[in-house]
């Protein structure tokens, strides 16, 4: 979804920051060293994923006495605050939601590596990929705060019952019990073929669970052309889906004009059109949020069913925290990060909903619904098999652009799935100028 931009404030160095202190230190000490500091942090979140995070900072301002606050960038986290460390006015701490942003700014040399403090919570609270994700050319920059669980399929319980259809473990079983829910008269699948990163969203779910998670990782850095039989392999059997038009709500046309919001509104809108839709585990948050269903009795979810084989995927993608050198008060900007890598701050917005964490440190119990935690199980669980979202670690000109590569040739697709080795050409083609450019 896209946000408003808002500048970013100017912050405030009121007092030197002990950098031997902890976040534990201060708190338990009463002696509040960062007491009315300023510590500004930048991130893409608006609404109540901003007031919800801003109860996190409040949180660690009650600890510390500092004044911690969150400014939303909008959706574009890295030309605003690009555009912020040109100027001079970096924030103290950025939430970077793409892997290929952390790169960048750990190669423009705009990122401070983290302390030893929080390289240990690190350590001890995440799986290693999450330390990986959050290093560059092994140095850690970043810490995974929040991140979303994008291997979920949701379904309404009742129109599951009323069409005989069941909870699919397999790609095969999701196609038949999409093929009970269309003769029953409700379309299958709505699919958000308007937003192309949903598209990406399904490719690589599908992908992972057949090619597995070595050739994921070499296809994520173009180290695999997307030429390799595995690709054509993987396109040919989302293409069973995307052939099977009678399963797709208004059909593949149809499905071009629907956006992820419409696509929701489809299953669990005032009149359901649809019975599944794939994406997130931010769906729980639209069902919920706009049409007040009940998770776990009105909406559910079952995993991504494994394809053609495959192990059951789990892809995940998230945003990173990380501290800026030019940041104002990057002292304190530290002992923020410190603090978000451990189970209190992300046990301050798991209560509220509309979050999952990957510290491992955090009981699943903390979360306020049922639904949630199976969610934050798997994720957990899954380990070192979690993989990041291809199209985040890509250059936004192939992954991450509206209207262009990927995104195109996957709506392309979606329209007319009937040459998988084409389509796969024409996204190596993309790739190859991405990535050399």
């Not at 909008?74 to 605003?80: A, E, L």
């Not at 093929?179 to 029953?184: G, I, P, T, V, Y």
Request: proline letters at 5%.
């Amino acid at each position: 979804m896209r946000r408003q931009n808002t500048p970013l404030a100017s912050c405030i160095v009121l007092i030197l920051v002990s950098s031997a202190a902890t976040c534990d230190d201060l708190g338990d000490s009463g002696n509040k060293e960062l007491n009315g500091l300023n510590i500004s942090v930048a991130g893409a979140w608006t609404g109540s994923e901003q007031k919800n995070f801003q109860k996190v900072l409040d949180n660690f301002n009650d600890k510390t006495g500092a004044k911690a606050y969150f400014v939303s960038t909008g959706n574009n986290v890295s030309p605003v605050v690009g555009r912020k460390i040109e100027t001079g006015n970096a924030p103290d701490v950025a939430l970077l939601p793409q892997l290929s942003v952390l790169e960048q700014f750990a190669d423009n040399g705009w990122l401070e590596p983290l302390s030893a403090t929080a390289r240990a919570a690190v350590n001890d609270n995440y799986a290693n990929v999450w330390r990986e994700y959050g290093s560059r050319h092994g140095t850690l920059y970043g810490v995974y705060f929040k991140v979303a669980h994008k291997s979920t399929v949701w379904y309404s319980p009742e129109t599951f019952a009323r069409a005989g259809a069941w909870r699919p473990s397999t790609f095969e079983e999701m196609l038949s019990a999409g093929q009970a829910m269309s003769d029953s008269g409700l379309d299958a699948f709505a699919i958000a073929g308007k937003d192309g990163w949903t598209l990406t969203d399904w490719f690589e779910n599908v992908y992972l669970s057949q090619a597995g998670p070595e050739k994921y990782d070499a296809l994520a850095a173009h180290e695999l052309k997307w030429t390799d039989p595995s690709i054509v392999d993987a396109l040919a059997e989302l293409g069973k889906l995307f052939n099977k038009k009678h399963l797709i709500a208004g059909g593949p046309d149809g499905a071009l004009n629907i956006d992820f919001p419409g696509s929701v509104k489809k299953v669990f809108g005032p009149k359901p059109e649809a019975g599944m839709v794939y994406e997130g585990d931010f769906v729980a948050g639209v069902a919920q949020g706009q049409y007040d269903k009940s998770m776990g009795k009105d909406a559910d979810f079952f995993p991504f069913p494994a394809a053609k084989g495959g192990a059951v995927p789990v892809i995940s993608g998230g945003d990173a925290a990380v501290v800026l050198k030019d940041g104002r008060n990057a002292a304190a900007g530290m002992k923020l990060v410190e603090y978000l890598a451990t189970p209190e701050a992300a046990a301050v917005w798991a209560k509220l909903g509309g979050f999952l964490s990957p510290n491992k440190q955090l009981s699943i119990h903390t979360y306020n619904k049922i639904t949630t935690r199976a969610m934050a199980d798997s994720l957990v669980n899954a380990d070192d098999r979690v993989r990041f979202d291809m199209s985040d670690q890509a250059p936004a000109s192939f992954g991450g652009t509206d209207g262009a590569s990927e995104w195109k040739i996957l709506q392309d697709f979606l329209r007319d799935p009937s040459d998988p080795k084409a389509t796969a050409m024409k996204l190596e083609d993309a790739a190859a100028n991405a990535y050399r450019n």
